[in-house]
């Protein structure tokens, strides 16, 4: 099966950047869409921002504007880079990878991002 690997989340200023990244075990040929979702304390998940085999991409209301989510074809890896952060982004973001004619989800292990004010 799939296996994704998340890095890049911390502890961060407000105001400040970081730099998540997802590297897939899968050829991007193969991927319909990656995502970033999130989930803070007490909140359900939600999508942060994706990108669909295409190039296409889309963002949550909330984060448009500061996040920016990006791939390297080659190394089958999704970025997203968040700037300006605020408070409310903290949260434990998750990679998310859908395959080519399916509509099953894979899921990365998480990872925390802090963002102090």
């Known amino acids: 099966q799939v296996q994704l690997v998340e890095s890049g989340g911390g502890l961060v200023q407000a105001g400040g950047s970081l730099r998540l990244s997802c590297a897939a075990s899968e050829d991007m040929v193969r991927i319909q869409t990656m995502a970033w979702y999130r989930q803070a304390p007490g909140k359900q998940r939600e999508l942060v921002a994706s990108?669909?085999?295409?190039?296409?991409?889309n963002y949550a209301d909330s984060v448009k504007g500061r996040f920016t989510i990006s791939r390297d074809n080659a190394a089958s890896t999704v970025y997203l880079q968040m700037n300006s952060v605020k408070p409310e982004d903290t949260a434990v973001y998750y990679c998310n990878l859908r395959k080519i004619f399916s509509s099953r989800d894979y899921w990365g292990q998480g990872t925390q991002v802090t963002v102090s004010s």
């Open positions: 990108i669909s085999r295409l190039g296409n991409t």
